[in-house]
């Protein structure tokens, strides 16, 4: 018989209602919760029967059992923080309210009071007995719509976000965020009130559909965030960063919209070794292959992102590049995360058009390789980096995401090389790019080949 090794988590609780189609509710928030390392447990509201195209029904559970399921919960468990999503009656609102002034831990109410179509989901008595249950509560997640209902100020701004905010605390509730997913607009702006401060967390809006159930996500993720201690305002802070990648990279499931990804930050945790023994062999493929002929001045570079990746620190590569020697090629040093500043920044903003690219490599630039290019036959695109206008220099301190831009935005036939013609005093590069590791190997000993022939 095997020795156990029990390991301790923190606990939160969700009190929501079903979602049978996995993208809202308690499936979620559980589903949320595991991704930042939390134990979940749930008191069901109510059972729906919905799917990624809509809801075909729903039933309310008693409260009676709601009242067992909180009971057995908090007998049992040490919960550091709870949310609550669908309440669905003035009946559970009330119930759920008695038991959160017993509550000695945080409690964030995502008041689900309006469908995403804009219709109302709660008779106005529940809307009267929400101001109840916030009074409790340390954070109120409501979208424009909710806070509307809630004050009835029109949230379509930024200000008019914080002035909701001021009047949602008038509640009893400690912190507000509202969020700006319902705001039009190209950025998303949840804003958090506090009585003491204001903050706007920004983010690019995803031109997706695939949103079902990220309100959930965002309450759950700052619950979950709550009950490992983290403090408020970086609670907030990472869980709207953590919704904004569930967005970009949603599940294509089902046959309508999808769902948000809840799973991210597990799935690209665990592929990070991956991405760096994936970049390292094909180092090792150049190395045997002696690439030579395509290693700039500056020293090539191969760069791998994680699945999710968002930052340079996300993505792989060779510390200090990999230069000739008498003997052939050879890197510097190993591969690293955040070992490359320029070519991971132009990965990265590639993948903002292709998001399935993952992997890319810097070569030398001349008449030869223009002419193996043009024998190779790829899509092709190019930018000259003294094109680039100063003010876009000066706010993004680089040139690679507007380089990106230039060879990405608007091509029908996503480019395979991109041509940086430099601009005075700095070496021209092609950059090779690829969604796998294999793929960007046989490309860029494919172009050596031809240069060599």
């Not at 994936?278 to 791998?304: C, T």
């Not at 043009?374 to 190019?382: D, H, N, R, V, Y």
């Not at 000066?394 to 995401?401: A, K, Y």
Request: aromatic share 4%; charged share 25%.
């Amino acid at each position: 018989m095997r020795t156990p090794a029990p390991e301790s988590r923190p606990v939160a609780l969700t009190i929501a209602g079903s979602d049978s189609g996995g993208g809202a509710g308690i499936q979620a928030d559980l589903a949320t919760m595991a991704a930042h390392g939390v134990f979940g447990t749930s008191a069901i509201t109510a059972v729906t029967a919905q799917n990624t195209r809509g809801v075909e029904s729903s039933h309310v559970l008693p409260t009676a059992e709601i009242e067992a399921q909180l009971e057995a919960v908090t007998d049992d468990f040490a919960v550091g923080a709870a949310k609550t999503g669908m309440l669905a009656t003035t009946e559970v609102i009330e119930t759920v309210a008695e038991y959160a002034q017993e509550f000695e831990f945080p409690l964030i109410v995502d008041p689900v009071m309006v469908a995403t179509s804009g219709d109302r989901l709660l008779e106005p008595e529940a809307e009267r007995a929400y101001e109840e249950l916030l009074s409790t509560a340390t954070v109120a997640t409501p979208n424009a719509d909710e806070a509307e209902v809630l004050t009835d100020i029109a949230v379509t701004d930024e200000e008019r976000a914080r002035e909701a905010g001021e009047a949602i605390l008038e509640t009893g509730v400690d912190a507000v965020l509202v969020k700006g997913g319902h705001v039009p607009g190209e950025r998303v702006r949840d804003v958090l009130v506090t009585a003491e401060t204001v903050r706007t967390f920004e983010h690019p809006r995803v031109g997706t559909e695939a949103t079902h159930g990220s309100g959930c996500a965002l309450a759950a993720a700052i619950a979950a965030r709550l009950a490992t201690g983290e403090p408020l305002e970086p609670a907030v802070e990472g869980a709207t960063d953590f919704l904004a990648r569930a967005v970009r990279y949603p599940y294509d499931v089902g046959e309508g919209h999808g769902a948000v990804n809840h799973m991210h930050p597990l799935r690209n945790a665990a592929a990070r070794e991956p991405t760096a023994e994936e970049v390292q062999a094909i180092v090792d493929r150049f190395v045997a292959a002696d690439v030579s002929a395509l290693v700039p001045e500056v020293g090539m570079n191969v760069v791998g992102a994680t699945p999710y990746a968002e930052s340079v620190a996300e993505t792989a590569a060779v510390e200090g590049r990999i230069t000739r020697t008498l003997s052939g090629v050879r890197p510097n040093r190993g591969v690293r995360f955040g070992a490359s500043s320029h070519v991971a920044r132009f990965l990265l903003s590639a993948r903002e058009f292709v998001p399935a690219l993952r992997f890319a490599v810097n070569c030398r630039f001349d008449a030869d390789v223009e002419t193996a290019l043009e024998a190779l036959a790829w899509p092709i695109a190019e930018y000259d980096r003294g094109d680039q206008p100063a003010e876009i220099r000066e706010t993004e301190g680089s040139t690679m995401g507007w380089g990106a831009r230039q060879a990405f935005a608007d091509r029908e036939e996503p480019p395979v090389a991109v041509v940086d013609r430099g601009e005075v005093g700095k070496e021209a590069l092609v950059k090779i790019v690829a969604a796998d590791p294999e793929t960007l190997a046989d490309r860029t000993l494919a172009l050596e080949r031809e240069v060599t022939r």
